[in-house]
């Protein structure tokens, strides 16, 4: 699941579902070690999302800073 163009939503729900695999005991080791490296992996283009939308958030506002709005 190395789709760069899954939303951060389904990231997260898939992060979801891992979690819920780690919980289970049932699960094989091999299973768990390809889970965890996938975590983590989500994790990573999950923090450079939020990142980079946090960026864009503050050059937005850095655009407004010192514009008057018409009040009407």
Do not use: C, W
Request: glycine letters at 2%.
């Amino acid at each position: 699941m190395a789709d760069e163009h899954i939303s951060y939503e389904q990231k997260a729900q898939r992060l979801d579902e891992i979690l819920t695999r780690l919980d289970n005991s049932d699960t094989p080791i091999d299973e768990l070690a390809k889970d965890v490296k996938e975590g983590v992996r989500l994790i990573r283009e999950m923090s450079e999302t939020l990142r980079n939308v946090e960026l864009e958030i503050k050059d937005a506002f850095k655009e407004l800073d010192g514009v008057q709005l018409d009040e009407t």
